[in-house]
Every structure is written in structure tokens, then in C-alpha cells.
């Protein structure tokens, strides 16, 4: 991990950030400016991630990648640039995207036969070439992954959360039955469900989309949602079945053991750099980031405590930070001259660095190791021989206490409504995310938004036990239903 290298830099970045609770708007720029995880591009609309953010986002790939290629995913890599033929032929999807399509119109001075679209998603490029590759129900399933950016052109930026580019994955898989394929669309859900929750400590609520809410050219998309601190919803996963709807748009047929040539059954999901904001969102405070261990870019970081010329101090922190890498711990050493202690502390507490650990020179006299975790507070003096197990423990505690916490504000910002008013009121005075009984029209879907501003964010498997809130009819389905991000 790079040092930050000039103390004026770490001067700007121990400025206060605004109040969460103030503006979580303000607040949640400042934390990601002043963590150094990105910055706004001189390009309109566009962000650059910096190192400590891309090494956040390494974490996830590394996670997700091994658990894709446990279930027999490849990576692949398919062009960003996608005929303008190609895009139109499923006409959903095109007109879904429409709005948000950066095209290229020149190759230098030359004014180009057929548009390409910058992929805002890959679906046409990869259903043309699925449509070459498969021939024979031998053939399948086909299961790739890639991992890329996209471009869909944004009015408003906000750093990982809302961008013009922005990095993913998106999986692409081809199958023989419609059964199969939606096996593939549940079974991804889950390990976007497992990887949220377990390595990220963002607690979740998971479920079909509406047909309004569904990715354009689906049958159904699924969804994992996180709820905000603030009752904003933010859709952090999804996995579609697409049925046959680009396998009949791109003639991806095979032959069947019986002779005959039948349509593939097709699939779609993927996870952006958007997870990133939120958990800086969720698990943030007015210090900065906490990260949970699991995917903090550096998991404990050794500060020696020396107010003089004190060598044995610098050799123990180093002794130190070579025992916790020997634990398979992320640690850095950081031994810089010219900063105090105190700069120090404040510095890795606005990284969300999970662990700090502090030596000293009566910490040397005492054979003892100060820690304090970021996600408390917690200072705590324990034997030096004692130092790895109990940073190891510490790191599950840390990750455990996030969740506990997270799960803590979306029971407490869910709110069960039983009216139209009562739904009105969590989301615009509660600032909640609301958990109602719903018709199914399309009507009362729309007037979510049109009163106030929500959506449905995905089904609740609840039992559906009152009339439609908004007309009063009988209920078809349980819904979340929230403004989102």
C-alpha cells in the first residue's frame, strides 16, 4: 500500500467532514474525497478511483471472481463498442436504454457507416456471439463472465454511486432448459446475497422485481437491496432471467438430443463499483470510513509512538507488522518522520482501517501491544505474545459488529404500512423504507411515485394479509417500497 507522501496532504485530509446526520449528501463526498477513494475527472460525469479505492475494489473482484468460478464461470473479455444494429435488435432493451447510450459517430476524421454504442451493458454483443458458438445441446450451458466498464451518460454525479462510467461484472449464461436458467438466476442471487452480507456486513432484502422495475428484455429480474442510514434504498446486485427474448433476436439456437433445433435459454447478472458506495454509506461515520475486514485494502496498520531518537520502538513495530503479514493480516507499517502520533490516528480512522496498532516505549517496558478498533473505539492493552491471535479475533468481531449494526438501522427504517398515508409518512417524514401489500396494477405502482417519489424495490415473500393500499383491493403481492439511488 502507498504511503501518503506530504504532511500538507494529510493536513487536508484531518479537515472535519460534514455531520452524517447533518447532510449525508455532503457528508458522504467528503468521506470519499477525504479517504482518498476517488476523485471528480476534468471529464464530465466521470470519476477517478485512486489507488486505496481500487484496492477495495480488487477485494471484491478476488472474492466474487473465486466464488463465479467455483459454479464453473469463465472469464471472458467482449468489445465496448457495439454496432448500432446489434443494439436494436430486441426491442425492449433498446428502448430501456435509449436515454442513457453514448454513441461514436467518427473514427478520426471519418465519419463512421453504422454507429457503435459504447456498452452500456452486454447482452447484443455477446447474444451475436453466442449465436456462432453454440451449435449442439453439447454445448451448454455456456456460463461466462467478464469483468469491464460501461457507460450510460448521467445528469448527475456522485462518486461510485452515480456515474457516466463505471466498472462490473456482468455474467452471461446460455442453458438448455428454462428450468436450468433460472436455477442460474436464483443461484446468483445467492452468492451476490452471501458476498453482500457476509464480506461487505451490509444486511439486505431480496426479491423479484416488478415488470416496471425489471431490466429491459427480461422475463423477471431479482434483486438485492440495501437500505441507506438515510431510507434511500440502493439497488446493489441483479440477476434476469431473459428468457428466450435475445436467444429469438440473435438466432441462438442448438440441436436438440431429439432432433430438433430449439431456442436457448438465457441469462444475465452482474454487480457494480456501486456496492463500494454503499458501504462506505452504511457503515460511515462522522470520523470517516469503517471498513469492514474482510475486504479493507489494509486491515491493521502499525503505528510506533516515538517522541525521540527511539530505534528499539521502530524495530518492535516492524517485528510486529512482520508477525501480523505472517497471519495472513493486510497490515501496514507506518514509520513516517514529521508526523505526530495524533495526525496518524486520525488519518487511518477516516480509511476505516478496522485495526490500530500502537507501540510505544512503556508498552516496551510492559512487553505489552496497545490496540484500538475503528468500528468502537475500543482501546484495549494485551501481552505481545498474545498479538495474533488476538488481531485475528478481533477482525471477526469487527466485520460481526458492522453487520449487527447495519441490520440494526434497516429493522428500524422499515416500516410496516397498512395505508396510503401510512406509507406517505414512512418515506417522506420517517425516511423509511415502507413494507406494504400491493395490488399488482400498474396504476397504484405509479402513484408510489407520482406521491412520493418510491418505487418498489423488489417483492417481500411476507404473507399478503391486507388490501392494496392504494385502492383497497385485494392484495396480490407484498412489496419494499422506498426512494432509491
Not at 28 to 35: G, I, M, Q
Request: one cysteine or more; glycine letters at 6%.
Amino acid at each position: 500500500m502507498n504511503k501518503p507522501n506530504t504532511q500538507n496532504t494529510n493536513k487536508k485530509n484531518m479537515e472535519a467532514v460534514t455531520p452524517k446526520s447533518e447532510d449525508i449528501s455532503r457528508w458522504y463526498t467528503d468521506v470519499v474525497l477525504k479517504a482518498r477513494m476517488a476523485d471528480y475527472s476534468p471529464v464530465k460525469g466521470c470519476m477517478i478511483i485512486r489507488p486505496y479505492g481500487y484496492a477495495l475494489w480488487e477485494n471484491i473482484q478476488r472474492i466474487l471472481d473465486a466464488e463465479f468460478k467455483k459454479l464453473g464461470h469463465q472469464n471472458a473479455y467482449f468489445p465496448m463498442f457495439i454496432p448500432e444494429s446489434f443494439l436494436t435488435k430486441e426491442a425492449e432493451h433498446v428502448e430501456g436504454f435509449a436515454p442513457e447510450v453514448a454513441w461514436v459517430t467518427h473514427g478520426g476524421r471519418e465519419e463512421l457507416e453504422e454507429r457503435l454504442a459504447i456498452r452500456p451493458t452486454s447482452e447484443a454483443i455477446i447474444g451475436h456471439m453466442y449465436s456462432k458458438w453454440i451449435e449442439s445441446y453439447r454445448d451448454l450451458p455456456v456460463l461466462i463472465n467478464q469483468w469491464a466498464n460501461v457507460v450510460r451518460w448521467e445528469k448527475v454525479t456522485r462518486p461510485f454511486l452515480r456515474t457516466t462510467e463505471f466498472l462490473w461484472q456482468e455474467g452471461h449464461t446460455a442453458h438448455r432448459t428454462h428450468e436450468e436458467a433460472q436455477e442460474e438466476v436464483m443461484q446468483m442471487l445467492g452468492v451476490y446475497r452471501k458476498f453482500v452480507e457476509g464480506s461487505l456486513a451490509i444486511p439486505l432484502v431480496t426479491g423479484e422485481k416488478s415488470q416496471k422495475e425489471k431490466f429491459a428484455g427480461a422475463l423477471n429480474t431479482y434483486t438485492i437491496e440495501a437500505l441507506m442510514p438515510d431510507g434511500q434504498a440502493l439497488q446493489s446486485g441483479t440477476s434476469h432471467d431473459l428468457g428466450q427474448n435475445f436467444s429469438k433476436a440473435f438466432d441462438i439456437r442448438f440441436l436438440d438430443s431429439d432432433g430438433d433445433r430449439k431456442y436457448a435459454w438465457t441469462t444475465s447478472w452482474g454487480m457494480s463499483t456501486r456496492i463500494i458506495g454503499a458501504t462506505i454509506m452504511v457503515h460511515g461515520d462522522d470520523r470517516g470510513l469503517r471498513l469492514p475486514p474482510k475486504v479493507a485494502p489494509i486491515q491493521a496498520v502499525v503505528i510506533p509512538i516515538v517522541y525521540k531518537d527511539s530505534q528499539d520502538v521502530i524495530i518492535k513495530a516492524r517485528e510486529l507488522m512482520k508477525r501480523l503479514a505472517a497471519s495472513d493480516i493486510r497490515v501496514h507499517l507506518d514509520d513516517r518522520g514529521g508526523f505526530k502520533p495524533g495526525w496518524k490516528y486520525s488519518e487511518y480512522e477516516m480509511m476505516g482501517v478496522p485495526l490500530r496498532v500502537e507501540i510505544g516505549q512503556k508498552d516496551l517496558e510492559k512487553n505489552q501491544v496497545c490496540l484500538v478498533r475503528r468500528d468502537t473505539g475500543e482501546k484495549m492493552f494485551i501481552p505481545d505474545a498474545e498479538l495474533e491471535a488476538t488481531v485475528l479475533r478481533l477482525m471477526e468481531e469487527i466485520q460481526q459488529t458492522l453487520f449487527d449494526q447495519a441490520a440494526e438501522i434497516l429493522k428500524n427504517k422499515t416500516v410496516r404500512a397498512l395505508s396510503f398515508e401510512e406509507f406517505t409518512a414512512a418515506i417522506r417524514e420517517k425516511q423509511s423504507m415502507a413494507d406494504l401489500c400491493w395490488c399488482g396494477e400498474a396504476e397504484c405502482e405509479a402513484k408510489f411515485k407520482a406521491e412520493a417519489g418510491a418505487t418498489i424495490r423488489c417483492f417481500n415473500d411476507g404473507q399478503v394479509d391486507t388490501p392494496c393500499v392504494v385502492c383497497g383491493k385485494p392484495a396480490q403481492k407484498r412489496v419494499f417500497v422506498a426512494r432509491a439511488y
